[in-house]
């Protein structure tokens, strides 16, 4: 298993937030966190990072990183697309896409990704020299995604991709993330309101309550259950 997670607790000041949670992400898959508001899927993906205090243990590739530093964490090819996509507004697409490279030695293959990005992503590519914060919502999500892929990273965890889209281009979106995890085999860890959605790009799902996984499965099985779609998934 690339990422194990066992025992994992976490803290915002003295409010525990996580309770033992545990749970894996093995090359090239693809797994959803689901759950109501507040039920800890964002402080997972802030834990694995190092954004947060945690207890527990936090294995990648077999090397426990619970509490490394955040930017230690990315040097291992561990990408964050945070919830607000964090795009650096008054700078251009084409500068957002090279300073997700930073961890990167310069050289052509940062221009090869580039348009490796561009051919995922056109209308990034029409819009290479505008700046950021001119972009509608859709397109600076996709350039959120576009700027964590130049890590080159062999996880992504993706917050909330859909929040504030309009359907079409939700299902764009998704319809790209699944293309790429088949090319490039980059896992996915992906925490979403949209549990139809999430459930149809996952092959496994995790349910959390309360900051404790109470449901461990198989996608299908997870949208199958209509007891857990009406009282945790809303559809």
């Known amino acids: 298993m690339m990422l194990e997670v066992e025992g994992l607790n976490a803290f915002y000041g003295q409010n525990q937030a996580l309770h033992g949670v545990a749970f894996g992400v093995d ?16 402080t997972i993906l802030r834990a694995i990072c190092g954004m947060v205090r945690v207890t527990g243990d936090i294995r990648f590739d077999g090397r426990d990183v619970a509490g490394w530093a955040t930017e230690d964490v990315v040097r291992l090819g561990v990408a964050h697309v945070p919830e607000g996509r964090g795009t650096f507004l008054r700078l251009s697409v084409e500068e957002n896409l090279q300073l997700g490279a930073m961890t990167r030695k310069a050289g052509r293959d940062i221009a090869d990704d580039i348009e490796r990005v561009y051919i995922h992503f056109p209308r990034l590519r029409e819009r290479r020299m505008q700046q950021a914060g001119t972009l509608s919502g859709g397109e600076q999500q996709m350039l959120a995604v576009g700027r964590a892929l130049m890590l080159r990273p062999r996880l992504l965890l993706l917050d909330e991709p859909s929040f504030g889209l309009a359907p079409l281009i939700v299902e764009e979106l998704f319809a790209i993330l699944r293309q790429i995890n088949a090319e490039t085999g980059v896992a996915m860890l992906i925490v979403e309101q ?16 309360t900051g404790r996984v109470v449901m461990d499965a198989p996608a299908a099985v997870v949208g199958a259950d209509e007891a857990v779609r009406r009282a945790y998934l809303g559809y």
Not at 27 to 41: P, S
Not at 194 to 209: G, V
């Open 27 to 42: 090359e090239g898959q693809v797994r959803a966190l689901l759950g109501a508001n507040g039920a800890g899927k964002t």
């Open 194 to 209: 949209n549990a139809a959605l999430a459930l149809e790009l996952a092959e496994h799902a995790y349910l959390l309550e």
